[in-house]
């Protein structure tokens, strides 16, 4: 057996990195060093134990290495330095706490090293490019309904669906990402991923998920309430639908064109009984932050500059500062 | 001693109804009939035990006649028809909920019951000119820090400070409607009530007051916090003083003119650490409902009228009748 071809850092291990590290390894193609933080210690004793609909039951699984900080994935077992082929972000997206350059940059081999988002959110790639206008960066949307229980067990209920594909930027030949995004892909089908798209435009996927995140998440927590009761109490006509359009409008203005016919479909498909309460109103239960910059803050700072009228998103959006602020009062400082 | 002047029925009595009752009887000029629904049993056995800054302290008093029902005080103690000079409601304003014409409807005696709307809200009046369009109609805007202790206390620990004036229309000669809210006001000034002013134009009072209801009251409702935590979240300059201005502007487009200086000095006069919760917030903390309608909903539809831009206050609107919607899933239908 040949060893694996690609050096490969993923940091962030929710239920969305587990799975991810695990695919990557699976592919054969990947040597996966995860960074783990609150739960380094547990795992690295233990293993994670695993039900994935994708990947059957998995007993003390661990990736190739795992390691408690990005400053200790950036050496190996020597001290070497290692130069990493993909870094996979699997993180939270929270710009104005932890912005992903700043942890990812001890991992990062300026021209080389291929950077991966597998995040939520729009505009999550502006500052890679900006900071390393040499470096590949591509993303991933991904509808992954997969849990994680304290200490170190992963449930994946749902299957890993995801669209992939290169943001291109001036700083490298687009044939070149493509290339980096087409093989890292490659890898994903590899490692037995349910159903993985490699796309051209990956703005649109990412806008056409901002139409959920951006409304349900956005509109369940600031109202505690779950789908099903927003659509019961007519909150979906009132506000998620002409929310929806409010989006449509930024993307369509900003040349990502989404079918109109999605609107309907993604407002109407859940049954009005729908219990499910999106991550963005779990946050705010318990007190965590939520992703509301890369979900509202940067599609607001995009319609500004278009000119694109957005009167019920930037009210949401000033509310849920106001839910922040509340958070901020709980949180003890770093 | 010269009987009373004027019959008066009073419905409504929580404190600011309570406190009225006691000015309208001490001006010697009005019989006061109150109309308690809840507290009827209790307080027609024991009286209110009064504390106010205004009256002292008042153990067992009851006003002229207490009844529990409009109904009931619509005949004396005869059965004979009472002709009302005055109306006095001082209920919540719950138009979708229990509209003031239905309630009132046993008292009024067309071409002759003026009816005193001491309520909050904007376009109040309207239904009651169109149902009885040859009466008079006047309101008050209060500021009086009153509440209720179960079963019987109230406590009036701020003055009472009001401005009263005509509504006038069509049906009514503007110097019979003048003449019949100086009788009024007269009576409160008899009454020994701290400061009560008449004044030619009470739209421009409401809509002063609106500046403060419809922001404050609405945006620590939806957000569950209190003033100063409003102002210090920074929401008083993202949320709270553009809607002033939004409401500003409705009054402005309608004819109302208020300085644009009240703006600043309202939003800032409270100090940052005011634990101060608004009715509605209460409202909503204990299920009750809101005064929404009055408050948001009929601005609102005279802002679409004049053409009136308001996003902030449109989707508050709409986010607090979710709320409304979850306090009606838990109400027991009537």
Redesign the interface.
């Known amino acids: 057996m040949t060893p694996p071809k690609y050096q490969i850092c993923l940091i962030g291990s929710g239920g969305v990195g587990t799975i991810a590290s695990i695919v990557l390894t699976k592919s054969g193609l990947g040597r996966v060093t995860a960074v783990l933080r609150s739960k380094y210690s547990y795992v690295s004793q233990h293993g994670w134990q695993i039900e994935s609909i994708d990947h059957g039951k998995l007993l003390g699984w661990k990736p190739y290495r795992l390691v408690s900080s990005v400053n200790d994935a950036a050496t190996d077992e020597n001290g070497e330095q290692i130069e990493y082929d993909y870094v996979v972000v699997c993180t939270k997206q929270l710009p104005n706490k932890s912005p992903v350059t700043d942890m990812i940059s001890p991992v990062i081999t300026p021209s080389k090293t291929t950077v991966v988002m597998i995040q939520n959110g729009i505009g999550i790639e502006n500052d890679i490019i900006k900071m390393w206008p040499k470096n590949a960066v591509m993303s991933s949307v991904s509808h992954i309904g997969s849990s994680i229980k304290e200490p170190n067990v992963v449930i994946q209920m749902g299957k890993d669906v995801s669209k992939m594909g290169p943001h291109f930027h001036d700083g490298l030949d687009d044939s070149e990402s493509t290339e980096k995004a087409r093989a890292f892909v490659n890898m994903y089908v590899m490692g037995g991923s349910s159903v993985t798209e490699f796309v051209d435009d990956i703005q649109v996927a990412r806008w056409e998920k901002l139409l959920w995140n951006g409304t349900f998440n956005t509109i369940c927590a600031?109202?505690r309430?779950d789908v099903g009761?927003?659509q019961?109490?007519?909150?979906r006509e009132?506000?998620l639908v002409p929310m929806m359009w409010e989006i449509w409008r930024i993307a369509s203005s900003a040349g990502h064109h989404i079918p109109e016919s999605i609107i309907s479909w993604m407002a109407y498909r859940l049954p009005d009984d729908c219990d499910y309460r999106p991550s963005m109103l779990l946050d705010l239960e318990n007190g965590r932050h939520m992703e509301l910059e890369v979900i509202l803050g940067n599609p607001l700072k995009l319609a500004k500059e278009l000119g694109v009228d957005t009167?019920?998103m930037?009210?949401?959006y000033?509310?849920l500062?106001?839910?922040e602020?509340?958070i901020d009062q709980k949180v003890l400082p770093d």
């Open positions: 600031l109202m309430m009761e927003v019961r109490s007519k909150g009132t506000l009167p019920i930037a009210t949401v000033k509310f500062k106001l839910e602020w509340k």
